[in-house]
């Protein structure tokens, strides 16, 4: 019977330590692994992209909080099919008109394309004009094939006149055409700008090529936080060397030089303007991206599918609205921030991977546990039936030898 008393001891012990397992083998994962939603750097669907930045930003009319009491300014009637008018220092949209709705950016993309390639060129390098480059048109800086550009004066060209051909340039600065696309879009993609699909660095028609005005806001944001990039877009004026070339007749060096006048005209009509970016084609209409700042507020105003020529006065109405309003109305959205980057993706990968790894093991131990105490009962059990077997044998016996003894006694009687 030592055997049968010891296993209750050890179906006791095994049963604890079944139970200081189990909590933690199937305990919930962590709330913001909860909360994440999917795996970190994943495109959400059409459905999600809609209500990014908050579910008033899904409207496709116009989204905008007044104060329930007291006077205060209207919206102004604005001549285009979206826009948006945010806070650059909290983040908060003050008000919107469909600000998913995918439009064509035309040359407001090319801030994207100059803030994803400034980090990634060196401004004193100097870049080989292709044949793709300077058949581009119309409004370029008139590259001529096969000279080289130093790539700070192809910025200038880029953000002051929308050189078409200098945004081609640059992509294909990163090693190929493809590649700097790819880096442009993946750009988007970490601003969570995910209604952004860019096929061409200058914004010209493309099938499938769109923006909308919540992310031209983002973008216009991540723009604000880049020094080199406010440097270039902010520049009134900058002379550019178009060509270089040796008269046949005197031997001398001829230069062919342009003067680079910045086209938004924010920055020298409307008190504040710090920057931003106009565009138009016949597809897209005009398009426009505006920065101002007064008295420590920064305001975004980003505009699609306007009327012609009223781009930059229809951002200067919404501009003076947010200035204004801004503190007043609630906000109807707010402007995400950008996914972490790639390596902080993986560390947070490798440290998902290792908590899963020890949930299993937890879970495993948990499983071993009670296993353990399974068989202990088992073993417990058999014990106490061989127990019991031989002592009704015993009494068998005995019983048997008694009744035998009892008719001896009756035979010899």
């Known amino acids: 019977m ?9 179906l006791a012990a095994a049963a604890a330590v079944a139970l200081a397992v189990a909590p933690a083998a199937l305990a919930d994962p ?11 750097g994943s495109t959400p669907s059409p459905a999600q992209r809609a209500q990014v930045g908050g579910p008033q930003m899904a409207s496709s009319g116009i989204v905008v909080n007044y104060p329930s009491s007291g006077r205060h300014w209207k919206l102004p009637k604005i001549p285009a099919s979206a826009y948006v008018i945010a806070d650059a220092n909290t983040g908060q ?3 919107a008109k469909d600000p998913h709705g995918q439009f064509a950016p035309a040359s407001t993309l090319k801030m994207l394309t ?9 401004p004193s390098a100097m870049v080989k004009t292709t044949r793709f480059a300077a058949d581009q048109e119309p409004n370029d ?4 094939r096969g000279r080289k550009y130093q790539v700070a004066k192809l910025f200038q060209a880029l953000l002051l006149i929308s050189a078409n051909d200098a945004a081609v340039s640059l992509t294909q600065a990163t090693g190929s ?3 700097g696309m790819a880096m442009i879009n993946a750009e988007a993609h970490h601003l969570q700008a995910y209604d952004v699909v860019a096929k061409l660095p200058n914004g010209l028609p493309a099938k499938g090529q769109v923006v909308s005005a919540y992310d031209e806001a983002l973008i216009a944001r991540r723009a604000l936080a880049i020094p080199a990039f406010m440097h270039y877009d902010s520049t009134l004026a900058a002379r550019f060397e178009v060509n ?29 303007g710090i920057g931003g970016k106009i565009g138009w084609t016949e597809k897209s209409k005009a398009t426009y991206i505006g920065m101002a700042r007064r008295n420590g507020v920064t305001l975004i105003v980003t505009v699609l599918h ?10 200067e109405k919404l501009l003076n609205w947010g200035f204004h309003m801004a503190g007043q109305v609630k906000p109807v959205g707010t402007l995400v921030s950008p996914l972490p980057p790639a390596a902080t993706l993986r560390k947070e990968a490798r440290a998902r991977a290792a908590a899963k790894a020890a949930r299993a093991r937890r879970h495993a131990a948990h499983q071993h546990a009670v296993q353990v105490a399974s068989q202990a009962e088992a073993r417990s059990s058999g014990h106490l039936d061989i127990g019991l077997a031989a002592g009704v044998g015993a009494i068998a016996v005995l019983g048997v030898g008694g009744m035998a003894r009892q008719r001896r006694r009756a035979r010899r009687a």
């Open 244 to 272: 270089k070339w040796k008269s046949k007749k005197t031997k001398k060096e001829k230069e062919e030089w342009a003067t680079l006048v910045n086209q938004n005209l924010l920055l020298t009509q409307y008190r504040g």
């Open 93 to 95: 949209v003050l008000a």
């Open 2 to 10: 030592r055997a049968g008393v010891r296993a209750p001891a050890a």
């Open 114 to 122: 100059a803030f994803t390639l400034i980090p990634a060129l060196n």
């Open 177 to 179: 055409f493809s590649k």
């Open 141 to 144: 800086a008139g590259l001529v």
């Open 306 to 315: 306007c009327t012609a020529l009223m781009e930059i006065t229809a951002g």
């Open 30 to 40: 962590p709330a913001s692994a909860a909360a994440s939603g999917g795996s970190p």
